[in-house]
């Protein structure tokens, strides 16, 4: 066998987990087609190092003009004035925002990574924790999720951040936007929402928009709940000094070269998720969602935060089925369940093998599954995790259930 046929046969066996299986990982879903022929286009051969209009290389007519529509599409979509859709990844967009707007050693404000935060608000272990000055924020009340907002005031007006992030990948409640922008506006700080999870849901308007209310900048992934490439894009609400400033942190900043094909794709994404059909979509995942709260609920198992207002749950494994999050994602693995294991509020279990469990409706939704289908996972979930029923024969049932909802071709 040839180095060809040993990949296409490993991308056929991928191809098969993902059809044959359920992905229920909140920041996975599947790209149609024609994003991803984007992705196998032309485009990756060229190299277009600069904006447009400002390149380092000839040849750019084409790139150009790839890179404005999909900033123009990205503006329309999310309502607001300036686009740069350089970023490679999720991380690369916040940290190309810090690049540009912040001095190493200045203080910002994010949510804590133990409590729903992500790594690139201000770990110790990301190179952004390194470089500035966290003050974190967390959850008041661990068995609602709320969030003391009186204090995030009080910590700025000590603190006075240059920055404020809010988002998460972890957190299954909403935010007050309105709230952090007055904070900051007192505090003389810029917002930024880090929506990589909500994004899709923003844009089909499933969710609020936080430029509505007031935040001035908007990073986010690409894939997750909008279905397009893995990339990011960042967004400025109306200030244009604050766009150019965010445009040399991505690049010369943190980035070298835009990969044109992933802008490409990009664009591709933004133009589905401006459709009446990706609203109903946005709009069905969250229904999902609180179907299968619903069905935890009636099975007696706690949710973490007591449920969600978006696409996510989480459930403390440890203290619901005796079991460590690790544990529970093998288990659930053999069963055809493709979540992931997480961290929880305050956990006492390493991040390789935490208390608890992560998982989403995004992908079962984009199969077409609706609440009857989420709330039978649940169930499903529940018999694996509680071992009433042999991981092989939910595994089973699973396959059954993908064979009459189809992946994206």
């Not at 956990?347 to 609440?371: C, E, H």
């Amino acid at each position: 066998m040839n180095i060809h046929q040993q990949i296409t046969e490993i991308i056929h066996g991928e191809d098969q987990r993902q059809a044959t299986g359920l992905e229920l990982i909140p920041s996975e879903n599947y790209a149609s087609m024609a994003v991803r022929r984007c992705m196998a286009s032309s485009l990756c051969n060229k190299y277009s190092e600069g904006y447009a209009g400002a390149r380092y290389y000839g040849g750019q007519e084409f790139a150009d003009k790839i890179e404005r529509l999909a900033m123009e599409k990205a503006c329309h979509l999310f309502n607001c004035k300036y686009a740069n859709v350089q970023p490679l990844s999720g991380a690369m967009a916040n940290v190309g925002v810090y690049a540009g707007l912040l001095k190493p050693g200045d203080t910002v404000m994010g949510m804590s990574l133990n409590h729903g935060g992500h790594l690139t608000h201000g770990h110790k272990v990301s190179i952004t924790g390194a470089v500035y000055n966290w003050i974190h924020y967390g959850v008041a009340d661990i068995s609602t999720g709320d969030i003391d907002y009186d204090e995030i005031e009080k910590m700025a007006m000590e603190h006075k951040p240059k920055l404020i992030v809010l988002g998460f990948s972890a957190y299954t409640r909403t935010l007050d936007y309105a709230r952090f922008a007055a904070i900051a506006e007192r505090v003389g700080a810029v917002t930024m929402m880090d929506a990589a999870h909500i994004a899709g849901l923003i844009a089909g308007k499933a969710l609020k928009n936080p430029f509505d209310h007031g935040i001035d900048i908007i990073t986010t992934t690409t894939h997750k709940t909008l279905r397009g490439p893995r990339g990011a894009v960042v967004l400025v609400r109306e200030d244009e000094k604050l766009a150019k400033k965010v445009n040399k942190g991505v690049f010369p900043g943190v980035q070298g070269g835009p990969h044109m094909h992933q802008i490409a794709a990009k664009a591709q994404a933004f133009f589905e998720a401006d459709t009446v059909e990706f609203q109903e979509y946005s709009a069905q995942v969250l229904r999902n969602a609180k179907a299968m709260e619903e069905a935890f609920h009636e099975l007696g198992v706690p949710m973490v935060y007591g449920g969600t207002e978006n696409h996510m749950l989480l459930i403390d494994t440890a203290l619901a089925y005796g079991m460590s999050g690790g544990e529970a994602e093998k288990l659930l693995d053999r069963a055809g369940l493709t979540i992931n294991k997480n961290s929880l509020p305050d956990d006492m279990r390493g991040p390789m093998d935490p208390s608890g469990i992560r998982f989403g409706t995004p992908a079962m939704t984009t199969r077409g599954m609706g609440k009857g289908e989420a709330k039978m996972v649940a169930q499903w979930m529940h018999e694996a995790l509680s071992r009433s029923a042999e991981a092989g024969e939910i595994k089973v049932k699973v396959a059954e259930m993908c064979g009459k909802f189809s992946v994206p071709k």
